[in-house]
Structures are given as C-alpha cells and as structure tokens.
C-alpha cells in the first residue's frame, strides 16, 4: 500500500505564505503526476496545481502566479509554496499522487490539512 502524509497547515493572515509538504511512501515504483486540491467548506474538491514526474506544472486560475508546486523525485515528496494568502483560500488542502506499485497503477490521497486565512 502507499501513503501520503501532508505538514504545513496552520493559520495565517491575509497577505502572508505557508509552506505544505506531502511525503509519500509504501510500495512504491514510480510516482507519475503529484498534486494538490483544496475543499472549502460548503464546496466541492477543486484542483490547486498538479506536476508530472519532468516537472511540468499546471495551476488553477485563481492561484496561478501565488502558488508554486515542486516535487522531489528522491524523497517522493511533493511541495505547494502559498505566498500572497487571501481568505478565499481558507479550506482543507489534500495531496494526490498517481502510482504505481508492484500490483498496479492508482490514485492514492493524503488525510488533508487545514488551511486558514484569517486576520
């Protein structure tokens, strides 16, 4: 099996950086595509960034230019720098990793961390 285990979340004000990690680990071959969505209360799962394997990003419109996704390949640890937080950003931030393992290939999740924007 595979777990990914997220740090990083807290409370912060508006205007101000959290940094999340997301370390994956278990039977793992090769990680593909890793990623962050965010779940606000009352909303549904939304994509945050994703990075494939070459280091190729994608980010939501709202987050584009605020958030930077990184990954280290070596330690299967996947990384979402938060700078200029606004409140909207308030909600629970999971980690997503596509695997595969000696028995197949599939979507594994973290448990989420909390993420508040408040002054």
């Known amino acids: 099996q595979v777990q990914l285990v997220e740090s990083g979340g807290g409370l912060v004000q508006p205007g101000g950086s959290l940094r999340l990690s997301c370390a994956a680990s278990?039977?793992?071959?090769?990680?593909?595509?890793m990623g962050w969505y965010r779940q606000a209360p009352g909303k549904q799962r939304e994509l945050v960034a994703t990075?494939?394997?070459?280091?190729?990003?994608n980010y939501e419109d709202s987050v584009r230019g605020r958030f930077i996704i990184s990954r280290d390949n070596a330690k299967n640890t996947v990384y979402l720098q938060m700078n200029s937080l606004k409140p909207e950003d308030t909600a629970v931030f999971y980690c997503?990793?596509?695997?595969?393992?000696?028995?197949?290939?599939?979507?594994?999740w973290g448990q989420g961390t909390q993420v508040t924007v408040s002054s």
């Open positions: 997503n990793a596509d695997v595969h393992t000696l028995w197949g290939r599939n979507d594994y």
């Open positions: 278990g039977s793992i071959f090769i990680i593909n595509a």
């Open positions: 990075i494939t394997s070459a280091g190729s990003t």
